[in-house]
């Protein structure tokens, strides 16, 4: 598919899709903007916090459409412009050329480019972890974990030595699951592929469901997103562990930051460069017979790096999957829902393994 030039930045229509607090907020400014949203999410568990420093570019719109076709997994590139996973290719988004297919019959969920700009890939229907060189080749990191094949690798994250962290749940068909503890029991946890190589085992039964895993940018912390959307009582969690020095996590450092109780859980997330977490979540109508709207509709959450809520943008598509920084001064959020690719611009810029910030 080809998208012309005159089709990109296509405004969202706000009579359809934006709600009442968004279409007031550019006349009304940031600051009542975050006003506003303490009273529309009076029903969270957690109550918004007045940033210090705001979020969104003054002169943001709410969102803007971008393409269609995208599925998960957004990252940025400052040549190729965004990639991101779709109908089982990896596809390539161009703010000047368009869309155009960067790895056809990829099958991969999360992407991330490292520290030296090689591209990361969780490859759930291969159930492996691989890395595109600098060079082109195809390097296959891990397939399994002590004989047993991983379920379905997810997302994946980076700490500042290198190592690499990847969530590995599994949704629908549980038959071919192999990954189990010693008693027995099936294991959806995160992994570490460690510098030389060898793979440990970080998380096992200490959350549901894993799905979206970030390094905090202190490197202090591993966020893991717990979205368990296969029961009524399942996690709808985001949780945040403490490193030890060695890149396992201390377990009994466990912290609640927000639940979405029976909404969608949280997904794919981001931060920038003050340590505030853009989480993907929520539902803008109900999924029978395990997921509702209420109480916490589909958008970007924003945390602060204290794990205080402070502001929620909706995005009109059901699901919201996944989000990440990007343009020359990466200062616009891709964002990735129900097949659509959104974008609004911050105030900030994202703070990424790859590339830097260009001043």
């Not at 397939?143 to 997810?154: D, F, H, L, M, V």
Request: charged share 20%.
């Amino acid at each position: 598919m080809h998208i012309h030039a005159d089709q990109l930045h296509k405004p969202l229509s706000r009579q359809a899709s934006v709600p009442a607090f968004l279409k007031q907020s550019k006349r009304l400014g940031l600051g009542l903007l975050a006003i506003a949203m303490a009273s529309i999410q009076s029903g969270c568990s957690s109550t918004p916090k007045k940033q210090q420093l705001p979020i969104w570019a003054s002169n943001a719109q709410p969102v803007e459409l971008l393409t269609e076709g995208a599925g998960e997994g957004p990252a940025w590139h400052p040549e190729l412009g965004l990639l991101f996973s779709g109908n089982q290719s990896i596809q390539n988004w161009h703010p000047t050329k368009g869309i155009s297919v960067h790895r056809e019959k990829a099958g991969t969920n999360g992407l991330l480019f490292d520290h030296q700009g090689r591209l990361l890939a969780c490859e759930p229907a291969q159930r492996r972890v691989t890395r595109r060189e600098l060079d082109g080749t195809l390097s296959i990191l891990t397939t399994n974990y002590q004989g047993a094949r991983y379920n379905t690798p997810n997302d994946i994250t980076v700490d500042e030595a290198g190592r690499i962290y990847f969530s590995d749940p599994r949704y629908g068909d549980r038959s071919s699951m192999e990954m189990k503890d010693a008693d027995g029991n099936l294991v959806e946890g995160v992994y570490c592929i460690q510098l030389d190589g060898n793979v440990t085992r970080v998380i096992t039964h200490e959350v549901d469901r894993p799905n979206g895993v970030l390094v905090s940018r202190d490197g202090k912390y591993l966020y893991v997103a717990d979205n368990n959307n296969n029961t009524h009582q399942g996690a709808r969690k985001l949780w945040r562990f403490k490193f030890k020095s060695d890149g396992t996590l201390n377990l009994r450092s466990q912290k609640l930051i927000f639940d979405w109780k029976t909404s969608r859980g949280p997904d794919g997330m981001i931060q920038d460069v003050l340590g505030r977490i853009y989480v993907a979540a929520g539902l803008n109508k109900d999924h029978p017979p395990h997921e509702t709207r209420d109480p916490h509709p589909a958008g970007i959450y924003v945390f602060s790096s204290r794990g205080e809520l402070l502001d929620q943008v909706s995005i009109p598509n059901d699901e919201v999957t996944n989000c990440a920084f990007g343009m020359d001064d990466l200062k616009t959020l891709f964002i990735t829902a129900g097949g659509h690719l959104w974008s609004i611009r911050t105030a900030v810029a994202g703070h990424l393994p790859w590339p830097e910030v260009k001043h």
